[in-house]
């Protein structure tokens, strides 16, 4: 599967931005699709995921409730719409893919079996 990730940006905090991620490949209508997170100086962490059906969604506590993923099935493209963005949630943005329940890409990395290229996030106080 290959993943190309767009969207990324500098906003002000309480501002909004939306990434997007190209899914391609002879097997990603069967892949979970997810976004992760890495700030500077900081590990690699889950930010929400969403079934291949584009009904399952997980979301980790720091941005339930601000951010919503979604996925456009005929354009192969699952989206992370970004609300209330806050200065903690810089970082560089990856899209991720695995042959997984959704659910699984959020209770660990090592289920991610494809990466994109990561998006810079930059929020300002």
């Known amino acids: 599967v290959q993943l190309q990730a767009s969207g990324g940006g500098l906003v002000q905090a309480g501002g909004s931005l939306r990434l997007s991620c190209a899914v391609s490949?002879?097997?990603?209508?069967?892949?979970?699709t997810g976004w992760f997170r890495q700030a500077p100086g900081k590990e690699r962490e889950f930010v929400a995921s969403?079934?291949?059906?584009?009904?399952?969604?997980s979301y980790s506590d720091s941005v339930k409730g601000r951010f919503t993923i979604s996925r456009e099935s005929d354009k192969n493209t699952v989206y992370l719409q970004m609300n209330s963005l806050k200065p903690e949630d810089t970082a560089v943005y990856y899209c991720?893919?695995?042959?997984?329940?959704?659910?699984?890409?959020?209770?660990?990395?090592?289920?991610?079996?494809?990466w994109g290229q990561g998006t810079q996030v930059t929020v300002s106080s």
């Open positions: 490949g002879r097997t990603s209508n069967t892949y979970a």
């Open positions: 991720a893919a695995g042959p997984y329940p959704a659910s699984l890409l959020r209770k660990s990395s090592n289920y991610v079996s494809d």
């Open positions: 969403i079934g291949w059906s584009g009904v399952t969604t």
